[in-house]
């Protein structure tokens, strides 16, 4: 049986914010280095950019934990909830609840969020959110590992 991973609150938070960027991440178990790359399969990147970073994610890979971004809906059930459990100001709620109504609901959440006083609150919850959800794929990680899977 392997030792179970456990990673310091400076590295969940490194790997949330490129989580947040849109990267994927691959903690490297022997080196505890985080690897960060954009999705080759989401974004239209220029690999020549990216290729040593590629390789090194590619030869490491199978000592490595994956933490995949977040799919759009899963994104918008980010902002849902910000909405609905962290705005009191019932206008602005109204507000953020119309622009995710309407069509390009990222867009307009960012333009109502950014002119208010609920700014900052916004990227404190969505940090801790993907903080949270990187140390739920690390329990994951290590049932997975405690039952041979």
């Given at each position: 049986?392997?030792?179970?991973?456990?990673?310091?609150?400076d590295?969940?938070?490194?790997?949330?914010?490129?989580?947040?960027?849109?990267?994927?991440?691959?903690?490297?178990?022997?080196?505890?280095?985080?690897?960060?790359?954009?999705?080759?399969?989401?974004?239209?990147?220029?690999?020549?950019?990216?290729?040593?970073?590629?390789?090194?994610?590619?030869?490491?890979?199978?000592?490595?934990?994956?933490?995949?971004?977040?799919?759009?809906?899963?994104?918008?059930?980010?902002?849902?909830?910000?909405?609905?459990?962290?705005?009191?100001?019932?206008?602005?709620?109204?507000?953020?609840?119309i622009?995710?109504?309407?069509?390009?609901?990222?867009?307009?959440?960012?333009?109502?969020?950014?002119?208010?006083?609920?700014?900052?609150?916004?990227?404190?919850?969505?940090?801790?959110?993907?903080?949270?959800?990187?140390?739920?794929?690390?329990?994951?990680y290590?049932?997975?590992?405690?039952?041979?899977?």
């Amino acid at each position: 049986m392997k030792e179970k991973i456990i990673l310091s609150r400076d590295v969940i938070k490194d790997i949330a914010q490129d989580l947040e960027a849109g990267m994927n991440c691959w903690y490297h178990i022997p080196t505890a280095k985080v690897l960060s790359a954009p999705d080759r399969m989401k974004h239209d990147i220029e690999d020549e950019l990216w290729e040593d970073t590629f390789n090194e994610i590619d030869e490491k890979m199978h000592e490595c934990i994956a933490f995949e971004c977040l799919e759009t809906h899963e994104e918008f059930r980010i902002m849902q909830s910000f909405a609905e459990n962290e705005v009191y100001d019932k206008r602005l709620q109204e507000r953020l609840f119309i622009a995710l109504d309407n069509s390009k609901p990222f867009r307009h959440f960012k333009d109502v969020i950014d002119n208010s006083d609920f700014r900052l609150a916004w990227f404190d919850f969505r940090t801790q959110w993907y903080m949270e959800y990187v140390q739920t794929e690390l329990n994951w990680y290590n049932e997975k590992d405690e039952e041979g899977n």
